[in-house]
């Protein structure tokens, strides 16, 4: 159990053990706060079950995160860590539900399937880019949502458009999250209030990308429905 309450110290703002050794790294994951909230004022996210768990799940990340970057312990990195995992499972299946329009436990099968799936590009990132780091695990989550994109273009190139721009974001991030330890001597707050902040935009990003999607469909069956009474 002592183990997990080990001391963690991995960013350049962080010089020695207390609650307020990264107060900026701290201080923006209000950003994901910020990003729930813009997300649940909108209404195309209010009408949708899954968007608004989804919100409430960038609330999870941000809280998980200011643990860790006061505490910065194994535990609370862990916690930091669940968070996300669980924000991704949740979008992939929506994803895969809502975007590729597969039955529930095909979508869960694919959501099983990111497991080992991440252990494997994560495992060919570090052997082909060992420079990468602990960066190398959001690397399979930036190829899933390029893979997506891809997939997507022909079929629905509006939410293939908003992928891409969310594949663009998180390649942003991990760029700033890698950075940090490099440019400690110069930047001594380093760069992962950066990360914090453009991960924040993602989210509220790819929230916003399927509850617009969501609204279309509706609209569309609306609109269907409309024409086959007359």
Not at 34 to 47: D, G, H, K, V
Not at 138 to 145: D, K, R, T, V
């Amino acid at each position: 159990m002592e183990n997990l309450f080990t001391y963690v110290d991995g960013y350049c703002e962080r010089l020695h053990p207390g609650l307020f050794s990264e107060p900026l790294n701290a201080l923006t994951n209000l950003a994901f706060f910020i990003a729930a909230a813009w997300s649940l004022a909108r209404p195309e996210t209010r009408r949708h079950s899954v968007t608004i768990a989804l919100s409430v799940l960038v609330c999870l990340i941000g809280a998980g995160s200011m643990l860790f970057h006061t505490f910065a312990n194994r535990f609370t990195g862990i916690i930091d860590v669940l968070a996300i995992v669980l924000f991704v499972l949740v979008y992939l299946y929506a994803t895969n539900r809502h975007f590729l329009e597969v039955r529930p436990p095909v979508a869960t099968a694919i959501c099983l399937l990111f497991f080992p799936y991440s252990f494997i590009v994560i495992w060919a990132t570090l052997y082909l880019f060992p420079w990468i780091g602990e960066s190398s695990g959001y690397i399979p989550i930036a190829l899933l949502i390029l893979g997506y994109a891809v997939f997507l273009r022909h079929r629905l190139p509006i939410v293939a458009r908003d992928l891409g721009y969310g594949f663009i974001l998180l390649a942003l991030s991990i760029f700033f999250r890698w950075l940090d330890l490099k440019v400690c001597s110069s930047v001594p707050i380093g760069t992962h209030f950066i990360w914090h902040i453009v991960n924040a935009v993602l989210l509220g990003w790819l929230i916003y990308a399927l509850a617009a999607h969501l609204s279309r469909s509706e609209g569309q069956k609306v609109s269907h429905q409309g024409r086959e009474s007359n």
